[in-house]
């Protein structure tokens, strides 16, 4: 009876767990198999990747790093040394404080000349050019003395980027000649005529002048004597600041 036991308990075959564990095995192999396909590497790809990394990381040929790298910092290309400098406001609208010194050197030869008065206000530089240094009383023809002033304005003015307000002047008075009909189209007629000469003979962009005839509005003194309207007949060229309200 036991001899039968045994024999029915001890049948042939591997264990049952041995099924499973081969069903893995071969799962695995599976994939394993597939990941190496999908491994194969094209040569060109790898090598364009790996010039796109070295391009990207800045790597010279042989692993190597430049030592002084050019960048660019606010703006302006630098080299590793650090020399150049940085860029400020002044690179799109030069100061009130540059723009003095430059046109003070312009006119140096005419510092003493009372017909020329060169001021600092919020608004920017003003360089006012009187009626005995430019006109004709009474006229907008230019006289050709006045032209050399002009022409050494006109050079500082081509040297900075800033905005240009060219403002005519009158005193209180009538017109000599009938011409102008009153004091507004004098002073326009001036200040019209010194921009046409600033942009057509010195080349001063016509989209950074602007034109204004302010009439006997805007007087430096009161038009209670002779002398008084006399240094109210002026000119007045007007370099902007950056913060001056056009």
């Not at 799962?27 to 194969?40: D, E, G, K, R």
């Not at 860029?87 to 609208?93: A, C, F, I, K």
């Not at 001021?119 to 360089?127: A, E, F």
């Not at 942009?199 to 009439?215: A, F, M, T, Y």
Request: proline share 4%; charged share 25%.
């Amino acid at each position: 009876m036991a001899r039968r036991k045994k024999s029915e308990g001890g049948g042939g075959g591997a264990p049952a767990w041995m099924s499973t564990y081969g069903d893995m095995v071969t799962l695995l192999l599976c994939f394993f198999v597939l990941l190496y396909s999908f491994s194969t590497i094209d040569a060109k790809k790898f090598e364009a990747i790996s010039a796109s990394l070295q391009t990207a990381f800045n790597i010279q040929p042989g692993g190597e790093t430049p030592r002084s790298a050019p960048r660019i910092e606010g703006g302006a290309l630098r080299d590793g040394a650090g020399d150049a400098e940085r860029p400020t406001e002044s690179d799109q609208v030069y100061n009130s404080n540059k723009v003095l010194a430059m046109v003070q050197e312009s006119l140096k030869d005419e510092a003493k000349n009372e017909d020329i008065k060169i001021v600092v206000n919020d608004r920017g530089v003003v360089i006012s050019l009187s009626e005995q240094i430019l006109f004709e009383e009474g006229s907008a023809k230019l006289r050709p003395e006045s032209l050399r002033i002009l022409y050494k304005i006109g050079g500082v003015l081509n040297r900075i980027p800033n905005q240009i307000s060219v403002e005519g002047h009158t005193d209180s008075g009538i017109p000599v000649r009938s011409i102008y009909i009153d004091n507004w189209g004098l002073s326009s007629a001036r200040a019209s005529r010194v921009t046409a000469y600033l942009n057509e003979s010195i080349k001063v962009p016509q989209d950074r002048l602007r034109v204004v005839g302010l009439g006997s509005s805007s007087p430096l003194v009161p038009n209670n004597s002779e002398e008084n309207m006399r240094l109210n007949r002026r000119v007045d060229i007007v370099i902007l600041s950056i913060h001056s309200v056009r």
